[in-house]
């Protein structure tokens, strides 16, 4: 781990070190590169890989904390009901996230679940504004108008409203709010989350394993066994260990540098729907991510803009002294 002076120097927005953006590009691009992890566990159906997901991720994140012998945090947390609510609906939230994002990569939809988590920032803005009563920079009114056109280019694209993308983009950003009220940090958090949709997923998987439907342990010849077993297991780490790079990261690296790696996850995601799963891509589609891709760069611009005006500030007053 970082010594304190680093730590601090990640979160102000201070200078990056060489692994701290290798664990945020490890974060990021393990998140990436799931469109190529859930199709093996078929023919498990979402619901079934989403049960699997919670059960074995509780498992995964609690030997995590076992190995690192973090538990001060439990006690305060119990005894704010207000926060373990909070917390109990960012899981719920996140169950949906995982439950769509699932279903739409093994449906053959990863261009469109990429395309949530790029506007993903756009609607977090719009987030800040409606709920929080921030105020937006002109850059940040800009990039939200290009992104509320993208979807509109978007939906006459697909002949449809781009629902998937929605979801996923309005899910995690509420998420993402309920996370920031809650202030646990990003593992502690994950076993709140795990923890309480255990029960409700355990159950699921107790009722798919009598009606016959589930597949964890199951073993039908010519089509899976306990290797297809073992992948459902599988799934619980492989939701943890991106976050505990992200942890990494997070402490040695400026929110800057992390706010530009974060780009990394729907880019893969993107690139796979087009050159592994070979989905169409016609020209009012390419419109469509066009625009969202240049809202992200005003947005990005406009946050570089900032942070550097910003230190710029900061420095006066230590030459001045």
Same mark, same amino acid.
């Given at each position: 781990m970082a010594d304190s002076s680093r730590s601090e120097d990640g979160r /102000? =927005?201070?200078?990056?070190d060489g692994r701290g953006v290798g664990y945020g590009f490890a974060a990021y691009g393990m998140w990436g590169l799931f469109p190529l992890f859930w199709p093996l566990l078929e023919p498990s159906t979402a619901d079934d890989i989403l049960a699997n997901r919670m059960v074995? &991720?509780?498992v995964a994140v609690v030997l995590m904390l076992l190995v690192r012998r973090n538990w001060r945090w439990v006690r305060p947390l119990l005894a704010q009901p207000r926060r373990l609510a909070l917390a109990a609906a960012a899981a719920?939230?996140? $169950?949906? +996230?995982w439950g769509v994002y699932i279903w =739409?990569? +093994? &449906?053959g939809h990863v261009v469109e679940t990429s395309l949530g988590y790029f506007i993903n920032p %756009?609607?977090?803005? =719009? @987030?800040?504004? %409606?709920?929080?009563? #921030?105020?937006?920079? /002109?850059?940040?009114w800009v990039a939200v108008g290009i992104g509320a056109a993208s979807v509109v280019v978007l939906t006459a694209g697909y002949g449809r409203l781009p629902w998937i993308a929605l979801t996923l983009a309005f &899910? @995690? /950003?509420? !998420?993402?709010l309920l996370k920031k009220k809650v202030g646990l940090g990003g593992i502690e958090s994950f076993a709140v #989350? $795990? /923890?309480?949709? @255990?029960?409700f997923a355990a159950g699921y998987l107790v009722y798919l394993g009598v009606t016959g439907h589930g597949t964890l342990g199951r073993t039908v010849p010519g089509s !899976? =066994?306990?290797?297809h077993s073992g992948l459902l297991v599988l799934s619980g780490l492989i939701s943890a260990v991106p976050l505990l790079c992200f942890g990494a990261a997070a402490i040695r690296v400026p929110l800057s540098t992390l706010g530009l790696l974060q780009y990394l996850a729907p880019v893969f995601q993107f690139l796979i729907g087009v050159t592994v799963a070979h989905e169409s891509m016609p020209p009012a589609r390419w419109a469509g991510f066009a625009l969202v891709w240049a809202a992200l760069a005003v947005l990005t611009y406009d946050g570089l803009r900032q942070l550097r005006q910003t230190r710029r500030r900061e420095a006066v007053p230590a030459v001045a002294g």
């Open positions: /102000a =927005g201070g200078t990056a074995w &991720s509780l719920v939230v996140v $169950s949906v +996230n =739409g990569v +093994n &449906s %756009l609607v977090t803005i =719009g @987030f800040g504004v %409606l709920m929080l009563h #921030e105020r937006l920079r /002109a850059a940040q &899910s @995690f /950003a509420t !998420y993402g #989350e $795990s /923890a309480v949709m @255990f029960p !899976y =066994g306990l290797g």
